[in-house]
């Protein structure tokens, strides 16, 4: 199944995409757990409920605006660095320069704040050369966590997944490079793209599906998760060591070659240029990055 967010007729509301993908229809939730997105839905769903009714007509997608599935996550995003074969060998005189681990060791996990998610059709605010110069992409396979958990081994971890969605995890990258943490230039507001919707992990296998990116309709990205060097249970099993997972949690996989920062000379994200992410069997988003930091500056 498909889950969206979605605002229809001023309303944040929560609802089943049908599987021809055309039209989706809401479910029957309290304001309050509506204006939470998925979230609310999943939370519920871990405690046993079943999924809330349907309520009226299905809508056609054009006639809605989508957004984030989970429009604010309860606290930060789980993302991984280094994470396909081919990306660490692109980075490997850069960003991950100074890490002389074993790739194969431990995965690199860092965070997003939550207040940094934007839907998949919205605009990403370029923040002004005095903020950052060199905007860059990474389109992600992104895990939903269903069941929490602490110290989930790998061999269970599946059973903690829910869902899967799309990740564009936006990045400044000369803020990631300067500062030991890389929270800081990856959490720009509008910074983490997300969407279309949640599809459920009965109907897509993460471990082995295809990612692509094009900016501007070039093809900049294209792997399949069959490459990561830290497959998706071992993800799990890292990011709930010691650590409560709760339900709706967000993990982003890392992101496959091809990023503006590996091209020669490094090309950066320019206002007006779009960024289409497609990940086979979940669907796509497309993003616009616009130069607005001189009117939000104040
Ligand atoms: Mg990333």
Same mark, same amino acid.
């Given at each position: 199944?498909?889950?969206?967010?979605?605002?229809?007729?001023?309303?944040?509301?929560?609802?089943?995409? =049908?599987?021809?993908?055309?039209? @989706?229809?809401?479910?029957?939730?309290?304001?309050?757990?509506?204006?939470?997105?998925?979230?609310?839905?999943?939370?519920?769903?871990?405690?046993?409920?079943?999924?809330?009714?349907?309520?009226?007509?299905?809508?056609?997608?054009?006639? @809605?605006?989508?957004? =984030?599935?989970?429009?604010?996550?309860?606290?930060?995003?789980?993302?991984?660095?280094?994470?396909? %074969?081919?990306?660490?060998?692109?980075?490997?005189?850069?960003?991950?320069?100074?890490?002389?681990?074993?790739?194969?060791?431990?995965?690199? @996990?860092?965070?997003?704040?939550?207040?940094?998610? @934007?839907?998949p059709t919205d605009p990403v605010a370029m923040?002004?050369?005095?903020?950052?110069s060199q905007i860059d992409y990474e389109a992600?396979?992104?895990?939903?966590?269903?069941?929490?958990?602490?110290?989930?081994?790998?061999?269970?971890?599946?059973?903690?997944?829910?869902?899967?969605?799309i990740?564009n995890?936006v990045t400044?990258r000369?803020?990631?490079?300067?500062?030991?943490?890389?929270?800081?230039?990856?959490?720009?507001?509008t910074f983490?793209p997300?969407?279309?919707?949640?599809?459920?992990?009965?109907?897509?296998?993460?471990?082995?599906?295809?990612v692509r990116c094009w900016v501007n309709g070039d093809l900049r990205q294209d792997?399949?998760?069959?490459?990561?060097?830290?497959?998706?249970?071992?993800?799990?099993?890292?990011?709930?060591?010691?650590?409560?997972?709760?339900?709706?949690?967000?993990?982003?996989?890392?992101t496959p070659s091809g990023v503006g920062m590996g091209m020669t000379p490094p090309t950066w994200l320019k206002s007006g240029d779009s960024v289409r992410i497609a990940?086979?069997?979940?669907?796509e988003i497309e993003n616009r990055f616009v130069d607005l %930091?001189?009117?939000?500056?104040?």
């Amino acid at each position: 199944m498909r889950f969206a967010t979605f605002i229809h007729q001023g309303l944040r509301q929560v609802g089943q995409v =049908a599987p021809d993908g055309r039209t @989706v229809t809401a479910f029957d939730l309290a304001p309050q757990d509506a204006g939470r997105g998925m979230l609310s839905v999943i939370e519920q769903l871990a405690k046993g409920r079943k999924l809330p009714a349907l309520t009226g007509a299905a809508l056609p997608l054009e006639s @809605v605006k989508l957004q =984030a599935p989970i429009p604010l996550p309860r606290r930060n995003i789980w993302c991984v660095g280094r994470n396909y %074969h081919a990306h660490a060998k692109e980075l490997s005189a850069s960003v991950f320069k100074n890490n002389s681990a074993d790739p194969a060791a431990w995965p690199i @996990v860092f965070t997003k704040v939550p207040e940094c998610v @934007v839907g998949p059709t919205d605009p990403v605010a370029m923040p002004g050369p005095a903020a950052s110069s060199q905007i860059d992409y990474e389109a992600e396979l992104t895990i939903v966590i269903g069941k929490g958990g602490r110290n989930i081994p790998r061999e269970k971890a599946m059973e903690h997944v829910f869902g899967y969605t799309i990740v564009n995890d936006v990045t400044a990258r000369d803020v990631q490079m300067r500062h030991q943490q890389w929270d800081l230039g990856k959490s720009f507001d509008t910074f983490c793209p997300m969407g279309p919707w949640i599809v459920t992990a009965d109907e897509l296998d993460g471990s082995n599906t295809r990612v692509r990116c094009w900016v501007n309709g070039d093809l900049r990205q294209d792997a399949l998760t069959t490459d990561l060097i830290f497959d998706l249970p071992n993800l799990i099993e890292t990011c709930s060591r010691g650590i409560t997972l709760y339900p709706g949690d967000l993990i982003a996989t890392g992101t496959p070659s091809g990023v503006g920062m590996g091209m020669t000379p490094p090309t950066w994200l320019k206002s007006g240029d779009s960024v289409r992410i497609a990940i086979d069997g979940l669907g796509e988003i497309e993003n616009r990055f616009v130069d607005l %930091h001189q009117q939000q500056s104040r």
